[in-house]
Every structure is written in C-alpha cells, then in structure tokens.
Nanobody
Framework: QVQLVESGGGLVQPGGSLRLSCAASGFTLDDYTIAWWRQAPGKEREGVSCISRSEGSTKYADSVKGRFTIARDNAKNTVYLQMNSLKPEDTAHYHC???????????????????WGQGTQVTVSS
C-alpha cells in the first residue's frame, strides 16, 4: 500500500522544538521530491520546505529560514523536518507531499504533488 504518514506533531511552548517525520511505504522516498506544507485555520496553505530528489537541494519559506531544517534518512525511507525556535505563528496542520517529477525550483508555486499524507498538528502556545 502506497502511503505517506506524518508524525511528531504536538503542543510545544514558544521557543521549543519539534521534529516531524514523513515516512513512506510502498515507494522509495529518495526517488521523489518531498515538500512540507502547513495550513492554519482561516489561512491559505503555505509551503514550508522542500528537498529535491537526486541532488537533495533544499528550499525554505522565508518565515522558517534559519529555524527549520529538512533532511532525508534513506535507510528509514523517511524525511524529517526539524523545527527549532518555534513561534505561535507556526501553529498549523503540517502535511508532507511527494512527487517523482517536481523539483524544488518550482516550489511552492507548484503544489500538485502526487502523494500527500494526512498531516500532523503542531500547536505552539504557552
């Protein structure tokens, strides 16, 4: 069964950290460009970060640059999003998505990714 499963969300205080995981089954993540998206209530979906297939180049939204890091663990067929120095405005539902043809050069304008996970909730609050 082909699926993406996110985990690692939760409630954290401002300034804290979380690591989100995006685990794939039924296909090899390394062959895909992976992107993280988030959506807060009443707001449009926002691209957070992207890591391209093959060369593994990365890209970040300005709002998270310097605080978030995206990385692959090919042995675990998983992509991680390490989130540090979290702010209340990072509160959102986070999804990962995978596409075998997309590249991060087109992200976030191109968002029609092939596979999407169900997402994990991140809440940053004191």
């Amino acid at each position: 069964q082909v699926q993406l499963v996110e985990s690692g969300g939760g409630l954290v205080q401002p300034g804290g950290s979380l690591r989100l995981s995006c685990a794939a089954s039924g296909f090899t993540l390394d062959d895909y460009t992976i992107a993280w998206w988030r959506q807060a209530p009443g707001k449009e979906r926002e691209g957070v970060s992207c890591i391209s297939r093959s060369e593994g180049s990365t890209k970040y939204a300005d709002s998270v640059k310097g605080r978030f890091t995206i990385a692959r663990d090919n042995a675990k067929n998983t992509v991680y999003l390490q989130m540090n120095s979290l702010k209340p405005e990072d509160t959102a539902h986070y999804h990962c998505a995978a596409d075998p043809w997309a590249s991060c050069s087109g992200w976030p304008d191109y968002a029609d990714y092939f596979y999407w996970g169900q997402g994990t909730q991140v809440t940053v609050s004191s």
